[in-house]
C-alpha cells in the first residue's frame, strides 16, 4: 500500500489550497453535533481539506436505515458512530486530530463538548432537537458561529436549498419546507447538497475570518 | 395599528399586538418546540415565549426548523 507521511500529506493540501489558506484550516477546530447524513458528510469534506482538528459528538450506532445517506459500510452495523467516523475519517486523513464524545446533546452538556470549537455545524435529525442546540449555542455559548439545517428531504429541486446569513453568529442552509415530517424521505443526494452548503459555508468563515 | 417586523416583514394587527411571543406562535400556528426566536436581535430562550411580552414596533426573527439531517 502506498503511504502519504505527513509532510507529503500537507503538501498536497498546500499545493491544492495554497499556504494561506491551509494555514487558517490547519488550525481550525470545527464542532460537528450529530453524525449522520449531514453531520458525516460534513465531517468527510472538512477531514479531506485539512481542518486541523473537529470535535464530533453522537450519541447512536450504525443501522441499516443510515446507508443509503450516511458515510458509513455494512461491516460497521452496530457499531457506534462515533468510533466508526473517527476510523473513517482517520482512512482519510490520518493526521487529522478528533475528539469524539458518544453522548446524546443536552442544553448543560453542549458547551462543555464544543468548548473549543468557535464554529458549530447543527446536524441533528429531529426539528425539536435542532431548535434546542442552535437556542443554547446562541445564548449559552458567546461568540461562537453555528451553521444549521432546515429542509432537506426528498430529490431535485437542487437549487431550492439555499445558505442565508441570518445574523454574524447563524447561517441557515435549506429550503426550511421539505421535513421528514411532512412525509419527504431522505436521500444521500439532496442530504449530500445540503451538508455541502453547510460545509462550504464553514470553510468561508475560516478563510475570512 | 399596531406593527411587529416578522423576519423582515411588516405584520399589522388592527387593535394591538399579540400581548406574548407565545401568543404570537398560537397565532401563526407555528409549534413552538421548533422555532428560535430573536426579538431586536436577542434570544429568547424556548421557555421564556410565555411570558415575553411584545411591544408595537418589535423586530422578530423567528427561525423555523422541519426534521432531517
Redesign the interface.
Known sequence: MTKLNYEQFEAMLIERHGKSAHEKLKSATVGIAGLGGLGSNVAVSLTRIGVGKIVIADFDLVEPSNLNRQQYFIDQLGTNKVAAMTENLKLINPYIKIDGHQARLTPDNIPTIFSDCPIIAECLDKADQKQMLVETVLNKMNNVKIVAVSGLGGYGRSNEIQTHKISDRLIMVGDSTSGIESGFSLMAPRVAIAAGHQANAIVELILES | MAVLKINGEDKKFKNAVPATLKNLLELLKV?E????A?IN?Q?V??GNFHNTILQDGHKI?L???????
Open positions: 409549534d418546540a421548533t422555532v428560535v430573536e436581535g434570544v430562550p424556548r426573527e427561525i423555523r426548523f422541519v426534521g432531517g439531517g
